[in-house]
């Protein structure tokens, strides 16, 4: 049964349709195990899907950790951390903290940020040098310690999103969420309701709304993902990023919402 469900699913998002995952709805269920990536798969870019020769995704001590102290270098190396199924409409769930420093080389931008890439297109479809999956990224961000930096921006690598009735096309957008300096445990709630509505909290604030995600016909990796011109997305799955800071998730929960 449950190989015949992970086919089905892969058959779905092949045929560029969804359907919500056989899961009990009105409940948290948790897609992390405490105790390994059972269930997750990496995508590095470099690799193949499945490689992770650097252990950037690991379980410690019940927690999910990205962690660079294998890197020398980052050299760009974007990694994203898949969960094996595809999901339309839900809550996605998830306790974050940002530790330690940046790995060598990392993009200045990239400093204490991370995110939850909702919608993502089936990863092994992912050019093996692309660096984020086409998807809406749910931004985490880390304070300094001085300046302000919201956290649960919005992001749209080869997407676009509708937001108080207009098309928004810049790559990411900010929240109106207070700053987390240090290394304080967040809790990160992203309710999605297919092509409609996506609505962001922090420590259960809400802090950004928008809806309408759809693929961004001039990115070269989105426009093979349109078929029958249909742009909207109802769905994809879900990832969790390294991006050169070191992060630890203690919960990864989803909530099945109805259609």
């Known amino acids: 049964m449950v190989r015949w469900m992970a086919m089905a699913a892969l058959a779905l998002v092949s045929a560029g349709a969804f359907a919500q995952v056989p899961m009990p709805k009105g409940k ?11 269930g997750w798969t990496p995508k590095i870019k470099g690799c193949a899907f499945g ?7 690991r379980v410690e001590n019940g927690v999910l950790k990205v962690s660079f102290d294998n890197y020398t270098q980052f050299d760009n190396r974007f990694g994203h951390l898949f969960y094996k199924t595809p999901f339309t ?15 060598p080389g990392g993009p200045g931008w990239a400093f204490r940020n991370s995110g939850a890439m909702l919608h993502c297109q089936d990863p092994r479809t992912m050019r093996k040098d692309q660096d984020f999956p086409v998807c809406i990224e749910a931004q985490f961000l880390g304070g300094d310690g001085t300046h302000d930096r919201t956290t649960l921006n919005v992001c749209t690598p080869g997407t676009h999103i509708v937001m108080d009735g207009k098309l928004v096309t810049q790559h990411c ?8 300096h240090g290394d304080q445990w967040v809790v990160a709630e992203m309710e999605v309701h297919g092509s409609g509505k996506i609505i962001h909290r922090v420590n259960g604030e809400t802090v950004l709304e928008y809806e309408q995600a759809q693929y961004d016909e001039g ?4 426009a093979k993902l349109i078929k029958d011109g249909k742009k909207l997305i109802e769905g994809g799955y879900i990832s969790l990023q390294s991006e050169s800071h070191g992060i630890e998730f203690r919960k990864v929960e989803i909530k099945l919402l109805e259609k």
């Not at 490689?51 to 995704?57: A, I, R, S």
């Not at 957008?173 to 987390?180: A, E, H, I, P």
């Open 51 to 57: 490689e992770d020769p650097l252990k950037t995704f």
């Open 219 to 222: 990115d070269g990796d989105a």
């Open 28 to 38: 948290w269920i948790s897609l992390f195990n405490g105790k390994n990536l059972d």
């Open 89 to 103: 409409h839900y809550i996605l769930r998830v306790e974050y903290r940002f530790v330690g420093d940046q790995c």
């Open 173 to 180: 957008s900010n929240s109106k969420s207070k700053t987390y």
